[in-house]
Antibody, heavy 117, light 110 residues
Framework: QVQLVESGGGLVKAGGSLRLSCVASGFTFSDYYMSWIRQAPGKGLEWVSYISTSSSSTNYADSVKGRFTISRDDAKNSLYLQMNSLRAEDTAVYYC??????????WGQGTLVTVSS | QSVLTQPPSASGTPGQRVTISCSGSSSNIGTNTVNWYQQLPGTAPKLLIYSNNQRPSGVPDRFSGSKSGTSASLAISGLQSEDEADYYCAAWDDSLTAWVFGGGTKLTVL
């Protein structure tokens, strides 16, 4: 079955950096776009970024553009999110999701990022 | 401010039918299909409805979706206590080239 497992979250000071990882299994990772979505405490869902197959295209929410970088390693079935210049408002649970283009069909359990000011 | 608009709350008694609306624009719901997610307390969102009205395997047929123009709806019939959760609509936005979500609707089973 499809499984997505995020890791790399933690407590970081404002201005710091963190790299999130998402390891996929149960499907041909290289065939799918992937996305990161976040959820601030007590708030709704916010799409953060996507990456296409072969890493040929990416896009970011305005709120993270220029600070976050999405990447993938198909040989390792892994998705990454490099987060730099972190702000208090980046505090959230970060989910990775399999993106079929029509839906974000499978989500991981999430990893919590806390940015202290 | 979310791109898609949902009511913040909804409620019903066991056995009732409730609907949750989701309003968007021509660049998202008007052009692309709508998905609905259920998020139980303390858990990750789960795909509930995709392509406007399709249920993934394992989702009870009590849940149904529909779309008309730039709006969509999620209906839950035969409401059960375990349906108490947050529900989100989502769609791809061609102008933003991004996934957009509704602000979420908290469903309370009275």
């Amino acid at each position: 079955q499809v499984q997505l497992v995020e890791s790399g979250g933690g407590l970081v000071k404002a201005g710091g950096s963190l790299r999130l990882s998402c390891v996929a299994s149960g499907f041909t990772f290289s065939d799918y776009y992937m996305s990161w979505i976040r959820q601030a405490p007590g708030k709704g869902l916010e799409w953060v970024s996507y990456i296409s197959t072969s890493s040929s295209s990416t896009n970011y929410a305005d709120s993270v553009k220029g600070r976050f970088t999405i990447s993938r390693d198909d040989a390792k079935n892994s998705l990454y999110l490099q987060m730099n210049s972190l702000r208090a408002e980046d505090t959230a649970v970060y989910y990775c999701a399999r993106d079929s283009g029509q839906q974000l069909g499978n989500w991981g359990q999430g990893t919590l990022v806390t940015v202290s000011s | 401010q979310s791109v898609l608009t949902q009511p913040p709350s909804a409620s019903g008694t066991p056995g009732q039918r409730v609907t949750i609306s989701c309003s968007g624009s021509s660049s998202n719901i008007g052009t692309n299909t709508v998905n609905w997610y259920q998020q139980l307390p303390g858990t990750a969102p789960k795909l509930l409805i995709y392509s406007n009205n399709q249920r993934p395997s394992g989702v009870p047929d009590r849940f149904s979706g529909s779309k008309s123009g730039t709006s969509a709806s999620l209906a839950i019939s035969g409401l059960q206590s375990e349906d108490e959760a947050d529900y989100y609509c989502a769609a791809w936005d061609d102008s933003l080239t991004a996934w957009v979500f509704g602000g979420g609707t908290k469903l309370t089973v009275l």
